[in-house]
């Protein structure tokens, strides 16, 4: 069974930097083609892919948000990580991990930006 | 980017009665593989998106035979056979054959 899960504040303070971790079971991501990514959804709004990496490490990002995303895993762990600086309150939005194939998400969890 | 372009962005359905939803991208969506990477998602209220249909017109497990996908290249289609109540909510197609991998902007489908 896949499962994966968003963890991390749900309150960040503008200029900051918001760190997200994705834990998941059911799958590994040393398995050829799998990836595990990001995915936001400000209320009220469309989905936006934020950053994907797959098991060769190779990292793909939004070309908006590139300048302010990094995303890792660790493999060891089943978690991915991923960051972005510089917080605005337009950044608020769910934040949901994924599969790479989007079968599987996670429950998502709502990111607030404010002061 | 590629740009996904969904329409109509509201489609009130009566109780079994059939609906579609379209979806256009800005480029072909042939993979160089091949393959046509083109997903439709159904999000309820309050829910997390599932996915429907992969690669255009495969139903992913438990999803009822109601739903069907079709198309190819630009233009895509996701129809419902006959709606029932626990179809209401956001649909939105999904293109992955090219990175940044991009959403339309959805379409809210409710009863009549």
């Known amino acids: 069974q896949v499962t994966l899960k968003e963890s991390g504040p749900t309150l960040v303070k503008p200029t900051q930097t918001l760190t997200l971790t994705c834990s998941f079971s059911?799958?590994?991501?040393?398995?050829?083609?799998?990836?595990v990514g990001w995915i936001r959804q400000p209320p009220g709004k469309a989905l936006e892919w934020l950053a994907l990496?797959?098991?060769?490490?190779?990292?793909r990002y939004s070309s908006s948000l590139k300048s302010r995303l990094s995303i890792s895993k660790d493999t060891s762990k089943n978690q991915v990580v991923l960051t972005m600086t510089n917080m605005d309150p337009v950044d608020t939005a769910t934040y949901y991990c994924?599969?790479?194939?989007?079968?599987?998400w996670g429950q998502g969890m709502l990111v607030t930006v404010s002061s | 980017d590629v740009v996904m372009t969904q329409s109509p962005l509201s489609l009130p359905v009566t109780l079994g009665q059939p609906a579609s939803i379209s979806c256009r991208s800005s480029q072909s969506l042939v993979h160089s593989d091949g393959n046509t990477y083109l997903n439709w998602f159904q999000q309820r209220p309050g829910q997390s998106p599932r996915r429907l249909i992969y690669m255009v017109s495969n139903r992913d497990s438990g999803v009822p035979d109601r739903f069907s996908g079709s198309g190819s290249g630009t233009d895509f289609t996701l129809k419902i056979s006959r709606v029932e109540a626990e179809d209401v909510g956001v649909y939105y197609c999904?293109?992955?054959?090219?990175?940044?991998?991009?959403f339309g902007g959805g379409t809210k489908v409710e009863i009549k």
């Open positions: 999904m293109q992955g054959s090219l990175w940044p991998l991009t």
């Open positions: 994924a599969h790479s194939a989007a079968g599987y």
């Open positions: 990496i797959y098991w060769d490490d190779d990292k």
């Open positions: 059911g799958f590994s991501l040393s398995t050829s083609g799998v990836g």
